[in-house]
């Protein structure tokens, strides 16, 4: 009786089902990556700009406060009554 060797082969690298990439020409594929970065770049610009924008808004909005009697006798952390 002759015995018989079950071989199970290794699939190769050609084998494996072709990728996105692997089909898209070298050059589309770095244009698409150099617009990804620019869009990564322009999101990253506008959420500064929206920042700042907050931050002024921070800034005039208590240097109003300052400049309003009412909330800064509100906001005083000294005990009037006691000066009466």
Not at 10 to 32: C, E, G, H, S, V
Not at 70 to 78: A, F, I, Q, T
């Amino acid at each position: 009786m002759a015995k018989k060797k079950n071989v199970i082969s290794k699939p190769a690298a050609q084998d494996k089902p072709a990728t996105l990439k692997d089909l898209l020409d070298p050059i589309i594929l770095q244009k698409l990556k150099a617009q990804a970065d620019g869009m990564k770049a322009a999101e990253e610009n506008r959420k500064e700009e929206e920042r700042k924008q907050k931050e002024e808004a921070r800034k005039l909005e208590q240097k109003r406060l300052d400049n309003d009697f009412g909330h800064l006798l509100e906001n005083s952390g000294m005990d009037w009554k006691k000066y009466k």
